[in-house]
Structures are given as C-alpha cells and as structure tokens.
C-alpha cells in the first residue's frame, strides 16, 4: 500500500468553517423553527453589478460564434487584464509581467508554497486565516503539531490589543517566509504605513520573505492606509502580493484572483523568485477562466470601479450597524471590547471570561446568529469571535436587533 503524506496526518483536527456548519446544522435540527442570521463565513452575498455582469454575458455570447470562440489562453493570464491591474492598481510600483492573473487568492496561496519546499521556516499573524499554516502543513514545511498547540516549525506572531494587532517581528528568524495580512482576517485591523515600513526594513535586514495577503484592500477607506505592500520603499525586493476580486467585486463563486512578484526578488542562489513562479503558474495550473477575465476587466474600468466601490460601501455600511448595536448594548458593563476601524469587513471582538466555542454557541443559542469562533485562526484568538459584515441588509438589522438585546 501507499504511505500517507505525513502532513496530513500532521494536521489538526478540523478545518474551521466545517464545525461552524456543523453546529448550525445541528442546532437548526433541534430548532426547526429558529430563523439563523449567518455573520459567520467571509462569504459575500450581493450580487454581481450590472455592468461587470453585461461584460461577462456578452462574452458568453462571442463564444457561442466560430470567431468569438477561445480555449485555452495564456496560463498567466489575458496580457489585457494584466496590463489592467498594473496600470489601475499599481500604477509605477509593478509592470504586467509581473503580475499572474489566477482563480483566487486562496489557490494561489496553497500553490506558492511548491516554491519553498519543506524546509523553509515560516510566520504567521497569530490570529491568522488558516490556509497559510494548514497550506505549510500538507507541504510538509510546519513540523510536528507542538504539545503547546500550533507546530514546531511555525513562528507565531501574536497580534493581540496590547500591541494593537500588529506583531514583535523581534522573533522572526533570518529567511524566513512570513505570511501577512492587511487588511487583516480576522482582526479587521489594516496596517500602517510605519507598521508596513517596519515589516519592510525587517525583512530586508534578515533575508526573509513575505507573502502579502491583501484580499481586503478595497474595504481601506481611511486614505493614509497603504492599499498594497508596494507603496512601502523596498517592498519589490522582498514581498510578493496576492490578491482577489472575491471580496473586492463578489468573485467568491465566479473565482479570480492575482498575485504580483516583482522582478527584483531572488532566492540565496540568484533565481528570481519570479521565474519559478512563472514555472508553477504554467505547471500546475492551466489559467483562469476566460469569462471570469473579462468580469476583471470590467471591474478595473471606470464603471467597473464606481459599482464595486457601491458594492464594498453596502458592506461597510452593514458593518457600522453591527458596530453599533455591540457598542450599544450591555456587553461594555460586562467588559466587552469590540474592535473596528471601518477599514474592513469584520468586527473583532473580546469576551473576558469566555472561551470562544462557548461564546459562539450562546450567541448561536439565545441570539439564532452565528458568528466565528477566534480560537479557531490561532491561540492568541481565544475568547474572540469574529463578526463578519457579509449578509443582505434585513438580515443584518434583525441580527442587530437581536444583539443589542441580548445579555451577557
Ligand atoms: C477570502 C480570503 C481570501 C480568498 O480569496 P479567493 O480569491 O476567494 O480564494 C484570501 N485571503 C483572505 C485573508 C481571505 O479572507
């Protein structure tokens, strides 16, 4: 027989999002008339807009026709969108070949670690979304889960009230992979740019590399906020961005994304990072759907931009009646902190006293909300939950209704 690929027997029990559904499922079957409001999952629920949807559905159609039909194009991508995304989004900080049009950030993420192999050394945000530990685990790059929780191979940078969500970078060792994500899930905290500088000079001083997860960019409405690592000096020698149109246009289930590798970046024998990736991105993937390229497009234009930003603001605006009704009710007394900035999609917030799987199912319980347990994206997450703004207006007010009343 085969042998099993010791990182998966290496991972932890469970993936997150599967036991929030199973508590769901199981509490909806014990209350079959309990009407469950999800802000749980970071799953985006308007639907796509007008004119990147007309794009899409014309394009449907050109393919219907002998000239208008296209297989197979470039593994990285339409030139045209990734001229697109240099040009709008990284204006002079990145050129087209540099960028690598894919079908999501998430993939991109788990493919990036074939560059690395199993022994490099990795750091992560701690609170942190899972795929950049679990990712490294099946690689085989994180070690033995450590009797203290987390693994052997894996630095974790706890990024926790007292430091304001953003990490001590003192522990990192030299070349190390450091995983990094601003706006970041689940704290909904958005670095600064003397936060990013910081990262920045660190990494260049000690030979690491960062892997720079800006799926959220386009919640940053506070205009000082960096919007991609490239806006900090050096960044092109040491970081590579990924990116996605899932949160910034509702992608989730049409699926694109990109990521950028600067030229300047190279391994500690000379390679350019950039080279290798090309390899895996023509390798192991065959490019991103055409359709869904054309979505990109549309949404980088003038009209693409005005609905995406419409569509980003509706979330945000559901984010601030979620801010309210937490603030709002009696949880200060009980010592609650919730934690927002208006640069995100999520609200983090502390229950002293409480373990996050106990709070979730409370909540769950007398509230019929279902949230996202913060233990779940790292030990320094105990005793948050994660308040995601995805959901239709009215489902989100009668949420608020039901917390604002709710006591602790
Ligand atoms: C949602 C999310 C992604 C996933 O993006 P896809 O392009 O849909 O794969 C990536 N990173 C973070 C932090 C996310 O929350």
């Keep these: 027989m085969l042998t099993r690929n010791e990182g998966f027997a290496n991972l932890a029990a469970g993936y997150l999002f599967p036991e929030v559904a199973k508590r769901r499922k199981s509490y909806q079957q014990n209350h079959p008339d309990a009407k469950i409001i999800s802000l749980g999952i970071g799953n985006t629920t308007e639907p796509i807009t007008p004119h990147i949807a007309k794009t899409m559905s014309d394009y449907?159609?050109?393919?219907?026709?002998?000239?208008?039909?296209?297989?197979?194009?470039?593994?990285?991508?339409?030139?045209?969108?990734?001229?697109?995304?240099?040009?709008?989004?990284?204006?002079?900080?990145?050129?087209?070949?540099?960028?690598?049009?894919?079908?999501?950030?998430?993939?991109?993420?788990?493919?990036?670690?074939?560059?690395?192999?199993?022994?490099?050394?990795?750091?992560?945000?701690?609170?942190?979304?899972?795929?950049?530990?679990?990712?490294?685990?099946?690689?085989?790059?994180?070690?033995?889960?450590?009797?203290?929780?987390g693994?052997?191979?894996?630095?974790?940078?706890?990024?926790?009230?007292?430091?304001?969500?953003?990490?001590?970078?003192?522990?990192?060792?030299?070349?190390?992979?450091?995983?990094?994500?601003?706006?970041?899930?689940p704290t909904g905290v958005a670095s600064t740019r003397e936060q990013l500088t910081e990262?920045?000079?660190?990494?260049?001083?000690?030979?690491?590399?960062?892997?720079?997860?800006?799926?959220?960019?386009?919640?940053?409405?506070?205009?000082?906020?960096?919007?991609?690592?490239?806006?900090?000096?050096?960044?092109?020698?040491?970081?590579?961005?990924?990116?996605?149109?899932?949160?910034?246009?509702?992608?989730?289930?049409?699926?694109?994304?990109?990521?950028?590798?600067p030229s300047e970046i190279k391994f500690a024998d000379g390679t350019p990072v950039k080279q290798d990736w090309n390899r895996v991105m023509t390798t192991l993937f065959n490019g991103a759907s055409n359709i869904a390229q054309q979505g990109g497009l549309a949404a980088l234009d003038e009209e693409g931009i005005k609905e995406t930003t419409g569509l980003v603001n509706y979330y945000l605006e559901?984010?601030?009646?979620?801010?309210?009704?937490?603030?709002?009710?009696?949880?200060?007394?009980?010592?609650?902190?919730?934690?927002?900035?208006?640069?995100?999609?999520?609200?983090?917030?502390?229950?002293?006293?409480?373990?996050?799987?106990?709070?979730f199912d409370k909540i769950l319980d007398e509230c019929n909300v279902v949230t996202t347990p913060g233990s779940g994206f790292g030990p320094a997450g105990e005793s948050y939950l994660r308040f995601s703004c995805f959901g239709h207006r009215s489902d989100v007010e009668e949420a608020c209704r039901r917390l604002a009343g709710f006591k602790l």
Aim: glycine content about 10%; some cysteine.
């Design 60 to 149: 449907v159609q050109k393919l219907t026709t002998k000239d208008g039909y296209s297989g197979y194009g470039d593994e990285q991508g339409l030139t045209e969108l990734r001229k697109k995304i240099a040009d709008v989004l990284y204006k002079d900080m990145a050129t087209e070949d540099e960028v690598f049009i894919s079908d999501g950030a998430k993939c991109d993420i788990a493919r990036i670690q074939t560059l690395f192999g199993r022994n490099a050394k990795i750091a992560v945000q701690d609170p942190a979304y899972p795929v950049y530990v679990d990712g490294s685990v099946i690689a085989g790059a994180a070690g033995k889960a450590s009797s203290q929780g």
């Design 318 to 359: 559901n984010a601030n009646l979620m801010q309210k009704a937490l603030t709002g009710n009696n949880f200060a007394n009980a010592g609650v902190k919730v934690y927002y900035t208006g640069d995100s999609p999520y609200l983090w917030v502390y229950f002293p006293g409480w373990k996050s799987w106990d709070i």
């Design 199 to 261: 990262l920045v000079n660190y990494a260049l001083k000690n030979g690491c590399m960062i892997i720079y997860d800006s799926a959220y960019y386009s919640f940053i409405r506070d205009s000082s906020l960096p919007r991609t690592i490239y806006e900090i000096p050096g960044a092109r020698k040491c970081a590579i961005e990924i990116n996605s149109f899932s949160k910034l246009a509702g992608f989730t289930g049409i699926r694109l994304g990109w990521s950028v590798v």
């Design 151 to 185: 693994y052997e191979g894996v630095t974790y940078l706890p990024c926790t009230a007292e430091n304001g969500f953003f990490p001590d970078l003192s522990v990192i060792k030299p070349d190390t992979l450091i995983y990094f994500c601003s706006p970041n899930n």
